[in-house]
Structures are given as C-alpha cells and as structure tokens.
C-alpha cells in the first residue's frame, strides 16, 4: 500500500488538496486510487502485448491526439480525430482501437444530446 502512494505521488504528479469536507476528501482519494487501477491496466495490457513503454510515455504521446468540432454556421455537424501519430495507433492497436470507433463513439454520444 505505500508503494501505491509514493507511486500516486510521484509518476501520477498527485499533491496534497487540502479539503474541508469528508465528501471532498473520500472523492480526492477514490480519483487517485482510480488514476493508479488505470495506469496500472495501461501497464498490464502493454505487457500483454510486448510493449515495453512506460504508462506515463504513453498518456503523454495520447495526449497529442484531440477532437474537433466540424461546424457549417454554429450548428456542430459532426466530431473528427485529428490525425493520429505512428506512434498513437500503436498504442490505439494495443488496446484494439481503432481512430474510426473513437470517432463513432463521440459522433454517437453528440447525436443523443441534441
């Protein structure tokens, strides 16, 4: 368990928030724990697939990617992933994305909210 946290603190960049409330605190600790479950799937399923590439590398170069509003006048018409790196669909490969379904997925949840 200390391990977890000296981890959280250091490759997760996790400081003290200092809160005034026991909701507040719970909900800070549950999004920390739930950061360190994630990188540590992101780490089990590159294993999986002989990558060797740290978790933080990773988010780091995914954080490259984005989305953009496609609009004719103020009217969204529809999202588009920007192009995507070598490197990034390697990684999307690794978790059996493709940018396609990333841009079916948030075209779908951008359809049910009008």
């Not at 920390?32 to 990558?51: G, P, Q, R, V």
């Not at 740290?54 to 990617?65: A, C, F, V």
């Amino acid at each position: 368990m200390e391990n977890s946290f000296k981890h959280l603190k250091s490759d997760l960049d996790v400081r003290p928030i200092y809160h005034r409330n026991d909701d507040t605190v719970s909900g800070h600790i549950y999004s920390c724990i739930l950061a360190y479950f994630i990188e540590n799937y992101i780490s089990w399923k590159l294993k999986n697939k002989n990558m060797t590439t740290h978790p933080k590398i990773i988010l780091d170069e995914l954080s490259s990617m984005s989305i953009v509003e496609k609009k004719k006048g103020n009217e969204i018409i529809y999202y588009e992933l920007t192009e995507c790196s070598e490197n990034n669909l390697k990684i999307l490969e690794c978790f059996d994305i493709k940018p396609k379904e990333i841009e079916d997925y948030i075209n779908k949840i951008h359809s049910k909210e009008k």
